[in-house]
């Protein structure tokens, strides 16, 4: 059985830095792509970055280009986000997902972690 579990949210000021992570466990994913989303109240769940996993390519939502990196260690198969000058507009509930084909949707997703950033 798959498991993603995310880990790193928290309280952090406007300008400061999170890492979030999702370690997934029941597979290892060596193709496809894994991915963040989050969703803030009241608002729908949106795409945040996410890195084909066979190439490396990565793509990110415009409103966080410039501040979040996507990267992975495949070792511990986990991605990672990291996320700096945090705006109060970034609060909001981060998921990992992946999937094994990147022309699909995602398959698997984990349970969130909560991000506030405070200004």
């Known amino acids: 059985q798959v498991q993603l579990v995310e880990s790193g949210g928290g309280l952090a000021l406007a300008g400061d830095s999170l890492t979030l992570s999702c370690a997934a466990s029941g597979r290892t994913f060596t193709s496809g792509a894994m991915g963040w989303f989050r969703q803030a109240p009241g608002k729908e769940r949106e795409f945040v970055a996410h890195m084909y996993l066979s190439s490396g390519y990565t793509d990110y939502a415009d409103s966080v280009k410039g501040r979040f990196t996507i990267s992975r260690d495949n070792a511990k198969n986990t991605v990672y986000l990291q996320m700096n000058s945090l705006k109060p507009e970034d609060t909001a509930v981060y998921y990992c997902?992946?999937?094994?084909?990147?022309?699909?949707?995602?398959?698997?997703w984990g349970q969130g972690t909560q991000v506030t950033v405070s200004s």
């Open positions: 997902a992946a999937k094994v084909v990147v022309t699909t949707g995602y398959n698997y």
